[in-house]
């Protein structure tokens, strides 16, 4: 059973950043991609940002240019930078990993930007 273990979340002023790390138990290359997705109360989750097994990044259109993701093949990890962060961006942020046959969900990692 593969696990994902985010990291990094917390409490920040809005402008202020953030980098959450997601540290998976088997290599990374072996998923079609990798993602970043949040939740925030009474929405449903959305992806934030994606990164395929070929490096290509994937970005939802209001992070893109906030928010960078990035990887680290050799620690089996992937990050994701957040930058000029606004308190909309307040959720529950999840890691995922994706097989063609499966699917893999970290437990989540609370971001919270005060105005």
């Known amino acids: 059973q593969v696990q994902l273990v985010e990291s990094g979340g917390g409490l920040v002023q809005a402008g202020g950043s953030l980098r959450l790390s997601c540290a998976a138990s088997d290599t990374i290359l072996s998923f079609n991609a990798m993602g970043w997705y949040r939740q925030a109360p009474g929405k449903q989750r959305e992806l934030v940002a994606s990164?395929?097994?070929?490096?290509?990044?994937n970005y939802a259109d209001s992070e893109e240019g906030r928010f960078t993701i990035s990887r680290d093949i050799a620690k089996n990890t992937v990050y994701l930078q957040m930058n000029s962060l606004k308190p909309e961006d307040t959720a529950v942020y999840y890691c995922?990993?994706?097989?063609?046959?499966?699917?893999?969900w970290g437990q989540g990692t609370q971001v919270t930007v005060s105005s």
């Open positions: 990164i395929g097994s070929t490096g290509r990044t």
């Open positions: 995922n990993a994706r097989r063609t046959v499966a699917s893999y």
